[in-house]
T-cell receptor, first 114, second 110 residues
Framework: DTAVSQTPKYLVTQMGNDKSIKCEQNLGHDTMYWYKQDSKKFLKIMFSYNNKELIINETVPNRFSPKSPDKAHLNLHINSLELGDSAVYFC?????????????FGPGTRLTVL | SQQGEEDPQALSIQEGENATMNCSYKTSINNLQWYRQNSGRGLVHLILIRSNEREKHSGRLRVTLDTSKKSSSLLITASRAADTASYFCATDADDYKLSFGAGTTVTVRA
């Protein structure tokens, strides 16, 4: 059984398009995250939701909008895609908020903007 | 902002040898975690060490933490081909975030 799943796994699109990435966790966790991993493997937090409430909102362009319909889902919508948005996006979940909790990561969505 | 920095960036060893990688960070932390990422996969949690702990073991993994030097090390003993992966340290302070470094890429040669 997949603990944290993301769809799609690969996403290739043109500049200017709008796209969404979906994330679901079946671990019963109350906190979910979106991370961006660049080509140098540097992993950076973008957003975090705890019990559907936004608790972390890093300095990302407002073209990125997370939505958490319930505790098990955290989707990421990206408007007006740019070349620099190309990266691997990871969803993760944990029980409770940092500090001191283990995070479970999804397999990632590789986004390529042409 | 990036908190942890791993060293070296890349490491190549023979199967059966030990692999050691280090992590340095800048500000006070509550805990430090190590994660593994196999190529094309998500991160997998390996071990968490609290700021009041100095050493922790899990199977073939040994983690040390020196808060006075703001550094941690991860030792993998008797490495196997399956240990080939990138290893990341992640620190958490009081801002609800885990801050990751750019990782150490470990290649274990058969």
């Amino acid at each position: 059984d997949t603990a944290v799943s993301q769809t799609p796994k690969y996403l290739v699109t043109q500049m200017g398009n709008d796209k969404s990435i979906k994330c679901e966790q079946n671990l019963g966790h109350d906190t979910m995250y979106w991370y961006k991993q660049d080509s140098k493997k540097f992993l950076k937090i973008m957003f975090s939701y705890n019990n559907k409430e936004l608790i972390i909102n890093e300095t990302v362009p407002n073209r990125f909008s997370p939505k958490s319909p319930d505790k098990a889902h955290l989707n990421l919508h990206i408007n007006s895609l740019e070349l620099g948005d190309s990266a691997v996006y990871f969803c993760a979940s944990s029980q409770g908020i940092p500090p001191g909790n283990e995070q479970f990561f999804g397999p990632g969505t590789r986004l390529t903007v042409l | 902002s990036q908190q942890g920095e791993e060293d070296p960036q890349a490491l190549s060893i023979q199967e059966g040898e030990n692999a050691t990688m280090n992590c340095s960070y800048k500000t006070s932390i509550n805990n430090l975690q190590w994660y593994r990422q196999n190529s094309g996969r998500g991160l997998v949690h390996l071990i968490l060490i609290r700021s009041n702990e100095r050493e922790k073991h899990s199977g073939r993994l040994r983690v040390t933490l020196d808060t006075s030097k703001k550094s941690s090390s991860l030792l993998i003993t008797a490495s196997r081909a399956a240990d080939t992966a990138s290893y990341f340290c992640a620190t958490d302070a009081d801002d609800y975030k885990l801050s990751f470094g750019a990782g150490t890429t470990v290649t274990v040669r058969a």
